[in-house]
């Protein structure tokens, strides 16, 4: 009989290396709840307050990650910078001015940073102001002092000698504005409209916007139209700023606009009120028989063909009424107190209708 032999052989497990094994385990587990705590955690989950914060042109991720940090709106600039490097935005952070909560995690302040959600304020430039409406406009939101907004924009209402020239020229960037005489301003050019603008952007960067805005307006037909009919963009700007200011009514413009080239292709001065409520500052019932003999290019009593640039910033209603205008039997026009347009054929009823109308 063979006998079987059984072998019982026993492991004796190696504790330490098992101790090693479950302290790394640990180890690992709490460095990963450490960092997802410090990434995804906010440093202050019940808050209710809101901080703005500026992201400065130039500024790199350490600078970013410390200021946000020091203004508590972080646990630490380490989870910050680390989280930034992982998901590589660390080259994406869009500068500008951002609401922020220390109730926020890193990940939703980050995408914040690298999608631009900057805080914004709406400004709305209204049809028909001119340069020193969107001035005043301008400083009384504390957006600037009227001066600095001429030095970039243009002085209106005057004829600018050298030293008043805007310190910017824009026309390398617009074509539009390379038929524009040095000497004159933006005027006609900002183009009325609401606009969104974040809270450190510069007065330039504000112009850029509006002559961005106005070069999507002035689209392809229309400059064609211009074309055709032998025109320049400035003239019928010109032109249109005049509409803007004198006559309510989209068709009365265009009836308008007809007698106003029909006079410039006559040779008649144009002699239009609004010229020199732009120079005076006053409304057109107080122009008194002196204003009419005020020594400028934009006065169009004292001097035929259009006035030197326009007069305010048309808006698009007011340009297509220049352009697409309307030819008709009448040689004058009169605006009432009310905003009524009363056409006429003759001087004589012209005299008539300004005796019954502007008593």
Not at 20 to 49: H, R
Not at 94 to 103: K, Q
Not at 278 to 301: H, P, R, V
Request: aromatic share 14%; charged share 30%.
């Amino acid at each position: 009989m063979v006998r079987q032999l059984k072998l019982n052989i026993k492991f004796k497990p190696n504790k330490k290396k098992l101790f090693l094994f479950l302290l790394l385990v640990f180890l690992l587990f709490w460095l990963g709840a450490w960092f997802w705590q410090g990434i995804y955690f906010p440093k202050n989950p019940d808050s209710q307050s809101q901080a703005i914060f500026l992201i400065k042109r130039g500024e790199g991720l350490r600078d970013i990650a410390l200021n946000l940090a020091r203004e508590g709106l972080i646990k630490s600039k380490f989870f910050f910078e680390l989280f930034t490097f992982v998901k590589k935005s660390h080259t994406n952070l869009l500068a500008g001015v951002y609401e922020l909560s220390p109730a926020m995690n890193i990940p939703e302040i980050l995408q914040k940073f690298t999608k631009g959600e900057v805080v914004k304020e709406k400004i709305t430039i209204v049809e028909g102001w001119d340069l020193k409406d969107i001035g005043y406009y301008f400083e009384s939101k504390g957006m600037s002092q009227t001066q600095e907004f001429f030095e970039i924009a243009g002085v209106p209402g005057i004829i600018a000698s050298e030293d008043l020239l805007s310190k910017k020229d824009f026309s390398e960037e617009f074509e539009f504005l390379k038929e524009k005489p040095k000497n004159i301003s933006l005027e006609g050019y900002l183009f009325p409209d609401t606009y969104e603008i974040q809270k450190d952007e510069s007065l330039e960067e504000i112009l850029r916007k509006m002559l961005q805005n106005f070069d999507r307006k002035i689209t392809n037909d229309l400059k064609e139209e211009i074309s055709h009919q032998k025109k320049t963009l400035f003239e019928v700007l010109t032109m249109a700023s005049l509409l803007e200011r004198e006559i309510k009514s989209i068709e009365d413009r265009q009836i308008a606009a007809g007698i106003l080239w029909k006079r410039l292709k006559e040779g008649w001065p144009l002699q239009v009120d609004a010229t020199l409520t732009y120079l005076t500052g006053k409304g057109s019932s107080e122009l008194k028989k002196e204003d009419l003999a005020i020594d400028s290019l934009y006065n169009t009593y004292k001097f035929k063909g259009l006035p030197i640039g326009p007069i305010c910033n048309p808006g698009l209603e007011s340009i297509k009424a220049a352009l697409y205008y309307k030819e008709s039997p009448y040689w004058f026009y009169l605006t009432t107190p009310e905003g009524e347009t009363i056409f006429s054929k003759t001087l004589e009823e012209h005299n008539i209708n300004r005796a019954k109308y502007l008593k």
